[in-house]
């Protein structure tokens, strides 16, 4: 789901920082950003980024590195904060570190912290935080919250806003469902043979596909089937089989129920 | 430029997925006989020999020839830096990490979720497969 800070014009000139001293890192991190349409100012040493600084602090945000040479994250965001002009930026800690390292880095005076995988979303969230308009800036990032499941195992809205009309949609569907029944099948068939290595590979299938598809219980329950195997868990094998074939049996009933004007005309 | 940076590949087992990155695709203008499908790295590499295509969106999973064994074929082995090779993967991120660690590949990977989101495709192009934008702007 797109943030409502992504369709805002303004958010195109947003500028944001990037202190990273591995220049693979630099060019992804940029690269992220610029799928928000966000700016970003890269900067490869603590001494540069407060050398950029002094000359322009347009900047709503610094991701910084920890680990730089030179002076290393934790001093340059404490020289940043010394800056009167430049102390109302908020500084996130790009971090792979311990959750006992992250809370001695906000206590330091970082303003958040983002894991340092490269997760897209993550770096969102982390940033997103800051950007929002309203309330408190200076907190730390909470993890996103998912909405509440809807009554039904698919966010219908969700994905004709994404794809645009109910014709596409319906071949989308189809799609889906054509890959999901043989995944289904050569599951079963693996079940009844015992053959781990390709029910593991037929629940990842599953469940990334139904994740994509925004089918949450398809995708749950083939997760837990995969956590079952994974575990040896005999007894919760054959039940959550069952609840795989019952979410999928469901989702197809809703979708061709819900696409049923185009269903059957394409 | 050479041609091959006009086309892109997906690369997926699962038809489903392959649709809806072709989709994301057309919308933002890459003309539909410039996108190729494979559904598996094999098929993929094959193509890649056949038609020159020099960019590449390819899943992590495959049974035959996984994401990282093409890449490894293509950037490593036959040492094709004229390719711009991005994974996309349900994996978590960090598993992905750790099986690159040692290969000596440098690609980025981004999560397959990011498939349903109403994100702009023509963003996703620009930052992902530059120079496929600068071939659409000349078209």
């Known amino acids: ?266 | 430029m050479h041609p091959g940076y006009s086309s892109i590949l997906i690369v997926d087992n699962a038809e489903f997925i392959r649709m809806i990155a072709r989709l994301r695709l057309e919308g933002a203008g890459v003309p539909p006989k410039n996108i190729h499908e494979a559904e598996n790295g094999q098929v993929a590499y094959d193509l890649v020999v056949a038609q020159g295509i020099k960019n590449i969106l390819c899943d992590y999973e495959m049974a035959v020839m996984d994401g990282i064994e093409l890449a490894t074929k293509l950037l490593i082995i036959e040492q094709r830096q004229d390719i711009r090779f991005v994974l996309f993967s349900g994996t978590p991120l960090a598993k992905i990490t750790a099986a690159l660690a040692g290969t000596g590949l440098n690609i980025p990977v981004i999560p397959k979720t990011r498939l349903r989101e109403n994100w702009s495709a023509a963003d996703f192009i620009s930052a992902w497969f530059p120079e496929l934008t600068s071939t659409l702007s000349r078209q």
């Open chain 1, 1 to 266: 789901m797109v943030s409502p800070l992504a369709e805002n014009d303004a958010q195109k000139a947003v500028r944001i920082m990037v202190v990273e001293d591995v220049a693979f890192n630099l060019e992804i991190l940029a690269a992220i950003l610029a799928e928000r349409g966000w700016q970003a100012v890269t900067a490869t040493s603590g001494e540069a980024a407060l050398e950029i600084l002094a000359a322009d602090c347009d900047f709503q945000i610094i991701l910084m590195d920890i680990g730089l040479p030179g002076i290393d994250g934790l001093e340059t965001m404490r020289r940043i904060k010394e800056k009167p002009v430049c102390r109302g930026i908020p500084v996130i800690a790009l971090t792979a570190e311990s959750a006992a390292e992250r809370k001695r880095f906000l206590a330091a005076g970082f303003d958040g912290y983002a894991e340092k995988n490269f997760d897209p979303e993550q770096l969102f969230t982390a940033i997103e935080t800051h950007l929002a308009p309203a309330g408190d800036t200076r907190h730390t990032p909470e993890p996103a919250v998912m909405p509440p499941s809807p009554l039904l195992d698919l966010d219908f809205e969700a994905l004709l806003v994404t794809y645009g009309d109910e014709m596409l949609l319906c071949r989308i569907a189809k799609a889906f469902f054509a890959d999901t029944n043989t995944e289904l099948q050569r599951l079963g068939e693996a079940m009844t043979s015992g053959d781990r290595t390709v029910i593991l590979a037929c629940c990842h299938s599953l469940r990334g596909s139904a994740a994509i598809f925004t089918a949450k219980k398809l995708a749950r329950v083939s997760k837990e089937l995969e956590d079952c195997i994974r575990q040896g868990n005999k007894n919760g094998i054959e039940s959550a089989w069952h609840k795989v074939v019952a979410a999928h049996e469901s989702l197809r009933e809703i979708v061709t129920r819900r696409l049923s004007m185009t269903w059957n005309t394409q």
